[in-house]
């Protein structure tokens, strides 16, 4: 086969699901140049691979709920460092889940983003795309429908709303589908109007109710309620001038309150069809669970608790997040291999991982 042993009983230590397993080997040179280790091939293994795939999978599943060093007490009981951890996490890729294809009414999209911290102290926006079938009732609490989730960090919203459309066609038959796209108004959620065909904006709940709040924060209650009442009636009932009159008589009467009084009823006057269509679509109601969705996928691991993150990490970890599951990428080919390990592997016969009983994982 054109190799000759340089070398025996090279020991070998790699941790998997079983504990670490160590191993003797035989280090050959080619006669037409490079050095291989054989046997690695046969067990699956690539040049420095420490750690199995499966306890690899492991890593990044529980640093999704954990930290890195907790991460590797629970799958390795602290064998392996956080530095591993972390490299894991860069390894994989988001797995791709099968789908049926189907045809559906209406679908709701929900666009958020979290503020994640990063080492350098800089705070960075990662956006967040939830897609479902509407918002089913389980007694008080709801659930929502087939959602699945799209996130990167650093991509520019051309490119994430093109994620996005792709993905929902791959699961969807989008011809006659009604779109409802929930968020906040920033313009980065909005552009996504223009990639969604068929589709409404729609103010969610939390960012309204927050806007009427903030117009008469600083009143005396019993005035503030009053005002609060008029100003909410107004955009129930898509009277825009009826809206205006009353930001005026507020504006008459608490001039010193003239800019967080504009600041909140400009934001409402903006975003005026967004919210009155609570009271024309019922099933504009029927999602919009935009904040939940962000505390729920990002914020738990990525900003509920002081620390810094490394953007080459988020980039890798986040659409992960996102997806809930993953996939570890195939090591590429070492350059030691040898030129003749194919021709190595004819000769001997030699068999697939699955057909010997090692009692590996």
């Known amino acids: ?128 795309v939830s897609v479902y079938e509407g918002i089913e009732r389980n007694g008080t609490r709801g659930i929502c429908k087939n959602v699945f989730h799209c996130s990167e960090f650093g991509k520019k919203a051309e490119a994430l709303w093109e994620e996005v459309l792709t993905e929902m066609e791959r699961r969807y038959d989008l011809t006659n589908t009604k779109i409802y796209l929930h968020g906040d108004g920033a313009p980065w959620i909005k552009a996504g109007l223009e990639w969604l ?33 008029h100003l909410r009636q107004a955009l129930n009932e898509g009277d825009r001038d009826y809206f205006c009159s009353v930001r005026d008589s507020l504006l008459s009467r608490w001039p010193e309150r003239e800019k967080t009084i504009l600041e909140a009823t400009n934001y409402l006057l903006s975003n005026f069809d967004a919210i009155h269509i609570y009271s024309t679509d019922a099933e504009a109601r029927n999602g919009g669970a935009t904040e939940p969705h962000v505390s729920h996928v990002l914020s738990s691991r990525l900003s509920s608790r002081p620390m810094g993150w490394s953007p080459k990490t988020l980039k890798k970890f986040v659409p992960i997040l996102a997806a809930g599951q993953c996939t570890l990428q195939q090591p590429q080919t070492t350059a030691e291999a040898a030129p003749n390990a194919k021709r190595l592997h004819e000769k001997a016969a030699v068999p697939k991982v699955s057909e010997y009983s090692l009692g590996l994982p």
């Open 1 to 128: 086969a054109g190799l000759v042993v340089e070398r025996r009983g090279d020991v070998r230590q790699v941790v998997t699901q079983l504990g670490v397993i160590s191993y003797r080997r035989t280090y050959y040179a080619s006669h037409s140049g490079g050095y291989c280790y054989p046997i690695d091939r046969v067990v699956g293994l690539e040049s420095y691979q420490r750690v199995s795939s499966g306890v690899g999978l492991g890593l990044v599943d529980g640093a999704r709920e954990m930290s890195y060093a907790k991460a590797s007490q629970v799958v390795t009981g602290g064998l392996v460092t956080k530095q591993t951890v972390m490299q894991k996490i860069r390894e994989a890729v988001p797995a791709v889940e099968p789908v049926v294809r189907q045809k559906v009414a209406v679908l709701h999209v929900d666009a958020d983003e979290d503020h994640v911290k990063l080492q350098t102290g800089d705070n960075r926006i990662v956006p967040l």
């Open 197 to 229: 065909r068929n589709s409404v904006f729609v103010l969610d709940r939390y960012h309204a109710n927050k806007a009427l709040k903030g117009a008469v924060s600083g009143i005396e209650r019993k005035s503030g309620s009053q005002y609060e009442y």
